[in-house]
């Protein structure tokens, strides 16, 4: 599997409609308490390359707060189905047919489009960043809800934990200021993840997640990782009309993803 970070929402399971808060409950009775990492298998299209699928029945990233159970589904069908029409977007012409032919790119539109007339609220719980954590993902956590440890499999991990609302707040204010920069772009991806979490309960939690990004790094390059306080320093300058400042931190952020990401060449 490629390194990935990852943005996830997880909902009360009071939240969920009832037929879903049935099946959720349901999983929690009978999944394993150590399961692992989703499974995939081979999909081909065309010659000898192809895609990674889910091999296994629909799983969840389950928490507990406070007394409080909080469901994260993986709903990776449709994830995967919307990543095919992405890739076909995003990267070279070229390249579209080699991975995702014609053919199949309207098979998976038409799958999409069903889950979405089956399900307008359906709604992916989580976005996954392959190499690198994006910047504005930091703008919704705060220093102060960041924790960096062991998981219960013993691997170590940084993330941060925070509620949808707090991290609306930090993005409706975000964005006026960013919108006066030249970072006006990182404002306006703002308002697409605003929007996301709108969709949610308003009880949900957050959590940024560096994901399998933690086993590329040394415990002390996570201890020194202090990214969202440094993007928050660069908006607090920047709202006062500074800017040395928020060039610095921006750019130290910047850097120190980069330097993670070019390792997708080395791959």
């Known amino acids: ?15 969920f409609e009832r037929d879903e808060q049935l099946h959720w409950e349901r999983y929690l009775l009978t999944r394993s308490p150590h399961e692992g990492a989703p ?15 889910p091999a296994q029945q629909e799983q969840a990233d389950v928490i507990v707060v406070d007394g409080r159970t909080y469901v994260s589904p993986r709903r990776m069908r449709m994830r995967v189905l919307a990543a095919m ?18 053919k199949l790119a309207r098979r998976a539109a038409r799958e999409l489009t ?19 954590v994006p910047i504005r993902w930091f703008v ?16 170590l991990r940084l993330r941060y934990r925070t509620s949808t609302r707090r991290a609306m707040r930090r993005a409706e204010h975000a964005i006026p200021v960013l919108r006066r920069s030249d970072l006006g772009p990182i404002g306006d991806l703002l308002v697409d993840l605003h929007q996301w979490l709108a969709t949610f309960d308003p009880r949900s939690v957050l959590e940024l997640d ?9 415990w002390d390059e996570l201890d020194d990782d202090h ?23 921006y750019q130290a952020v910047l850097g120190r993803w980069a330097e993670v990401r070019s390792r997708e060449i080395w791959n």
């Open 1 to 15: 599997m490629v390194p990935s970070a990852y943005l996830r929402v997880y909902q009360p399971l009071d939240a």
């Open 227 to 249: 990214s969202a306080r440094e993007i928050h320093e660069a908006l607090e300058a920047l709202a006062r009309h500074e800017y040395a400042t928020p060039l610095e931190r």
């Open 140 to 155: 919704l956590v705060d220093d102060e809800e960041r924790w960096l440890g062991e998981d219960e499999r013993g691997r």
């Open 39 to 53: 499974r995939y298998a081979d999909r081909p299209t065309t010659g000898r390359l192809g895609l990674l699928a």
């Open 114 to 132: 069903r889950f979405r007339r089956r399900d307008p609220s359906s709604v992916a719980f989580v976005h996954q960043s392959p190499w690198h």
């Open 85 to 102: 029409l992405a890739f076909r977007e995003t990267r070279p012409m070229e390249l579209w047919d080699a991975f995702v032919p014609k």
């Open 210 to 218: 560096y994901g399998e990004l933690s086993e590329l790094m040394s």
